[in-house]
């Protein structure tokens, strides 16, 4: 949010070589995210024994988790600067009102996330096949999604 307000966007819809060097490192991490979760052969453990749940650590990793997801970062870049007025006084506090409606629209929807995902664990926990079949599934997302990336004309 801080880089878009601060006019990263413009400087990216102004210059054709930042915005192809912003597309080409998305598509490579796409690509990097597809070969990583292909490869994945952990499965998924929530059950690890004598491990306390450390609340402050969760949420930390969250935190971290969302500041350095650059899906975010291309977000507040390229889509919420175009519902600035062009005639308003004030772009910075618009973007920034901007900015924490959209912040709290996601804190509901990510608690909504939690409990589907409470919801679903039982029957994920116990088919490794389901597992293996939804990795595989968002690997090759994340591959075609990093392919259409590169190959895009704009």
């Known amino acids: 949010m801080t880089v878009s307000i601060l006019g990263l966007s413009a400087i990216l819809h102004t210059s054709a070589v930042s915005f192809q060097i912003v597309k080409y490192a998305g ?14 052969k952990s499965g998924l453990n929530f059950n690890k024994p ?9 949420a930390k990793r969250g935190f971290l ?4 997801n650059p899906k975010l970062s291309i977000f507040f870049l390229a889509f919420l600067p175009l519902f600035v007025p062009e005639n308003t006084t004030s772009p910075t506090l618009h ?8 912040m709290a ?8 996330y939690g409990l589907s995902a409470s919801g679903v664990r039982h029957y994920v926990t116990r088919s490794p096949n389901f597992v293996l079949w ?3 599934s ?7 999604l990093g392919i259409k990336l590169a190959t895009a004309e704009q």
Do not use: C, H
């Open 105 to 112: 629209m996601t804190f509901i929807v990510f608690i909504l």
């Open 50 to 58: 004598g491990e306390p749940k450390n609340l402050r650590l969760i």
């Open 65 to 68: 988790i969302n500041i350095l």
């Open 138 to 144: 968002f690997a090759a997302a994340f591959a075609a």
């Open 134 to 136: 939804l990795q595989r």
């Open 95 to 102: 973007l920034t009102i901007l900015s924490l409606i959209f």
């Open 27 to 40: 598509a490579i991490y796409l690509l990097y995210l597809a070969w990583a979760t292909w490869r994945d």
